[in-house]
């Protein structure tokens, strides 16, 4: 039901976890009131003191076990991906807590008159005329339970999809968990690796906020180290008592922990210096100029779309791929799609355009912003939104572009308007044989007019154009329609398969890592097509190898 949607899952499932806590709830109300009500008195803070002088070291262990009973709180941090704070704090307060309150407190008065009753004390507290319902709710409940780690994943990992692709990732849970269930055997070492599990879990997110509330909300350090004081020795306490249980099952949380941060940094460690090695050898602006005036080099009709990792300065595939093709098409575009650490980034800002070199190369850079929160666009969809977003770029320019001309023209024309009353008052004659007045462009903004000079003007004879530059347009709309008529034949996707391999004098380690593992990783984890929204059928792969 996953693929419905969490708010269909909630839908259906709300209805039974609800009967669920009336249950639980009612049935510890009974116990409570049928066998002991004394057992209120275990809330003073004194007993508690007791409990620890008279058990020593045992009571300690047994924290191990108390804390199972606050085991799936931490769900609670998965469903603020689905839920305000509001509707949380509301159904926990007013439903959750107190039903599971009601329940142990049951559960211990009916101990207080049956002790030898532990192994099985919620279904021996049973009153017998609702067992069988009771149990037919329990058994929906369990199911559903899972369904709070599943849409735990599943948030995660559809957030995780705007960075890596992993497929099939249900399934991957699915076998994991069967496989924990068959070698495990007990729910004995299950619940000791979860305990570890949930305390670790709860310990990083303490460390967190704590690094939140003093970076991002800004409070004073005497807040954050009353906040660890409390929260910090309190964890730390569970995890000193659960740590205990680390060769009876909870060595597994652990030892995947390890695991994926290794394979994290790994990943992370050959992603930047490939991305390094991209940098140091991107392509120089002479050699734009070079190719410019290449009779070899020709521009066939169409747009295409490179894709790099590179933001600024050109990715050495592209060089790679004139030297094989020997053609470019007549608009090229270097895409870049980068993720922010933002939910979502809004459409008007998702596109950043500039030229490269030359206007009349039509070379555009394309940056494409997107946050964790962002779904992958349909290929058709994403495609519309570059090429409406390049088309207000060349019309905003264009825009610009005249209105500094205009702006620089009536400047000149002022001060020009200047010097000859100022020469009329002098009485100075100026006689137009020897010079006259030109405008001379300014090198930043070839389009802007610049200042007013006296020289004699100098007539200079146009650069012949090669095949890899199309004759300058007037105007925004001229260009407009290039683009168009360059849509029409087509667009084409570029997408640059890098092998990286590590070098010949580098450490075996290095080697290691780079040619096998990361090999690996990339081979069969991250799928850059469908990353990036590109439609299969007008993919073009470029290989090339990066030695790092």
Not at 87 to 94: D, E, T
Not at 416 to 428: F, S
């Amino acid at each position: 039901m996953q693929r419905f949607g969490t708010d269909k899952v909630g839908f259906s499932f709300a209805p039974i976890i609800f009967v669920w806590f009336a249950f639980i709830g009612g049935i510890g109300l009974y116990n409570l009131f049928k066998y002991d009500i004394g057992v209120l008195r275990a809330f003073n803070p004194k007993y508690i003191v007791n409990y620890f002088k008279r058990n020593g070291k045992k009571g300690w262990l047994s924290l191990g076990g108390v804390f199972l009973c606050i085991t799936g709180s931490e769900a609670m941090f998965a469903d603020l991906g689905h839920f305000n704070v509001r509707a949380i704090q509301m159904s926990f307060s007013f439903i959750t807590c107190p039903a599971i309150l009601a329940a142990y407190i049951g559960q211990a008065a009916f101990l207080r008159k049956f002790p030898g009753k532990v192994k099985n004390t919620f279904y021996e507290s049973l009153p017998h005329s609702i067992y069988w319902p009771t149990f037919v709710v329990a058994v929906g409940a369990a199911i559903i339970a899972s369904q709070a780690m599943i849409s735990g994943a599943f948030s995660i990992i559809s957030q995780a999809l705007s960075l890596v692709y992993i497929p099939e990732v249900n399934y991957m849970f699915m076998i994991a968990c069967i496989i924990v269930c068959a070698a495990f055997k007990t729910t004995e070492k299950i619940s000791h690796a979860y305990g570890i599990a949930v305390i670790g879990d709860m310990m990083i997110t303490t460390t967190l906020v704590s690094l939140i509330m003093l970076v991002i909300w800004k409070k004073s350090i005497w807040q954050v180290a009353i906040f660890i004081l409390v929260f910090g020795c309190t964890e730390a306490l569970y995890f000193s008592s659960q740590i205990t249980k680390f060769t009876g099952g909870g060595f597994l949380p652990i030892a995947s922990a390890l695991f994926v941060t290794t394979v994290m940094g790994i990943w992370h460690y050959v992603h930047k210096e490939r991305y390094m090695f991209e940098l140091r050898n991107k392509v120089s602006s002479e050699y734009i100029r070079e190719l410019a005036v290449n009779p070899d080099i020709s521009r066939v009709p169409g747009m295409g779309l490179l894709y790099s990792e590179l933001v600024q300065g050109i990715p050495p595939i592209f060089p790679h791929l004139i030297a094989s093709v020997s053609s470019i098409h007549s608009v090229l575009v270097f895409v870049s799609i980068k993720a922010i650490p933002v939910s979502r980034v809004a459409l008007e800002e998702r596109f950043l355009f500039r030229h490269v070199e030359a206007r009349e190369y039509r070379m555009f850079r394309c940056v494409v912003r997107h946050g964790y929160k962002d779904g992958l666009e349909d290929p058709i969809e994403f495609e519309s939104q570059l090429i409406q977003n390049l088309k207000a770029f060349i019309q905003q320019e264009s825009f610009m572009l005249t209105e500094g001309a205009d702006v620089a023209e009536s400047s000149d024309q002022m001060a020009l308007k200047e010097a000859e009353a100022q020469i009329l008052q002098e009485g100075t004659k100026v006689r137009s044989a020897n010079s006259s007045s030109r405008i001379i462009p300014n090198n930043n903004n070839q389009g802007i007019v610049s200042r007013a000079s006296s020289d004699p003007i100098v007539h200079v004879a146009p650069n012949k154009l090669s095949t890899f530059s199309d004759p300058p347009i007037q105007g925004a709309e001229d260009e407009v329609k290039f683009i168009d008529k360059a849509m029409e034949k087509g667009v084409v996707y570029m997408l640059g398969e890098a092998e990286v391999v590590a070098q010949p004098n580098s450490s075996f380690l290095n080697k290691i890592v780079v040619n096998y593992v990361y090999s690996f990783l990339r081979k069969n984890f991250r799928q850059g097509d469908k990353l990036m929204a590109i439609p299969r059928k007008r993919l073009l792969k470029i290989g090339m190898t990066y030695e790092i």
